[in-house]
């Protein structure tokens, strides 16, 4: 890797760094390193240039089982530009969209690969490729539509890049606010894996509803990066880099019907771009401040439940407004503000440079709205703590077992 632009390189940083990929500066001008796993999801950042600058790696495997061009049930979207929307898949097709194919969304509002909203009635779709999705040439996504944007059982999508997605939602499969199943989650089991995003829009990530597994994917969006908010679903290994709006990983903020069994695992943080401390050349703006914006979070204001939450092995590398914000919360979206958390299991989250503004657990009227949300083996600057005050966590409202767990040890609790 060598710039182009100019000036020495005194510093080299590949992100995450629990990759292991360690850069050599081998002159005044280039970065060597060397790529041994597969399925990397990098941020190459040299000195101060890491805000505007910074250069993506994904070393995505090599391709099997490549559709045939004319098969049956293929949509085959070749190499070169392509201007059109495909917003009416059914069910049995697969869509390919080619290394080297580069499509745009031309018609204001619609999704420029997706369904109709029609859950019950649509199956087995699967998206792959190595292909790019720009949606550049759209404005907005309102009433819960999305540039990418799938309803049905046992939606596959795999290995594309979305850029410049419109504003409100960027890649959704299944949403409750879109989907005629909603929130009840009888349709589900996506699968969403080696997928890119990027843009800098206030526009929401990934959802991929019910039962789901959503795997080894990069995010760098200015909204939620990826909602985790439904039942039976897995979050694991991903990469996120935070906007200066939202949270990378938003765990519920109008949540319905009872929601179980969530789990997010083995991911990184490996940015956060809220606020003024970063320098001049930081994003500042979000849209809005709330105070409950965090690297996590759960925002309920909605009636549902969301029970038996594990949170685990999650690195923040670098200084972040708060590493998360759970609780109860009323918004514009979702004012009923009587939804409950209960059995939550927050577990081995390093916090690796601190946090601007205290992690926080907000209760409510009602104290069992929130209840058993256990923390063990957080890490704040290198440091194991296991008291709210050295976490720099605040208790607001009622609540009740919300404690620091050592085994079967509870060191605190309210």
């Not at 779709?125 to 990418?148: F, P, Q």
């Not at 843009?199 to 909204?223: C, M, P, Q």
């Not at 957080?378 to 409202?397: C, K, M, P, R, W």
Request: net charge negative; charged share 20%.
């Amino acid at each position: 890797m060598t710039r182009l632009n100019g000036g020495h390189i005194k510093n080299a940083v590949v992100r995450p760094l629990s990759s292991g990929v360690e850069p050599t500066i081998i002159d005044n001008f280039t970065v060597e390193f060397k790529l041994s796993d597969q399925n990397l999801k990098l941020s190459i950042e040299l000195d101060d240039d890491w805000q505007t600058n910074s250069l993506f790696i994904f070393g995505d495997q090599l391709e099997t089982n490549v559709p045939a061009m004319f098969g049956k049930g293929v949509r085959y979207i070749n190499v070169g530009e392509h201007y059109e929307n495909h917003a009416d898949i059914a069910s049995n097709e697969v869509v390919y969209v080619a290394g080297g194919a580069w499509l745009y969304a031309t018609t204001e509002g619609v999704a420029i690969l997706g369904t109709s909203t029609s859950s019950n009635d649509l199956k087995n779709i699967k998206v792959m490729g190595r292909g790019v999705l720009d949606g550049k040439m759209t404005e907005d996504y309102g009433d819960g539509g999305a540039l990418i944007s799938f309803c049905g059982q046992d939606v596959e999508i795999e290995g594309i890049t979305v850029v410049s997605p419109p504003e409100k939602q960027v890649f959704q499969v299944n949403a409750p606010w879109w989907c005629d199943d909603g929130w009840q989650g009888n349709v589900g089991g996506a699968h969403v894996h080696n997928v890119k995003l990027m843009g800098w829009n206030y526009a929401d990530g990934i959802i991929a509803g019910a039962k789901s597994h959503v795997h080894n994917i990069f995010t760098r969006l200015n909204d939620d990066n990826v909602k985790p908010m439904m039942g039976d679903t897995v979050f694991e290994n991903n990469v996120h880099w935070q906007g200066s709006n939202g949270w990378a990983i938003m765990m519920a903020w109008c949540n319905y019907y009872p929601q179980s069994n969530i789990t997010v695992r083995r991911s990184t943080v490996i940015h956060d771009d809220h606020g003024d401390w970063q320098g001049d050349d930081a994003v500042k703006a979000c849209d809005p401040c709330t105070g409950s914006q965090a690297s996590i979070g759960a925002v309920q204001g909605g009636s549902g439940s969301l029970e038996n939450v594990l949170i685990e092995d999650i690195v923040i590398e670098t200084k972040v407004l708060r590493p998360f914000w759970f609780g109860i919360e009323k918004n514009y979206w979702a004012n009923e503000g009587t939804g409950v958390l209960n059995n939550w299991k927050i577990k081995n989250i390093k916090v690796m440079q601190g946090s601007v503004e205290n992690a926080v657990v907000w209760g409510a009227e009602d104290e069992d709205q929130v209840q058993s949300i256990h923390f063990e083996g957080l890490s704040i600057n290198g440091n194991l703590v296991s008291t709210f005050q050295d976490a720099g966590l605040e208790l607001h409202g009622h609540m009740q077992d919300v404690v620091f767990v050592d085994g079967n040890i509870r060191s605190e609790h309210v």
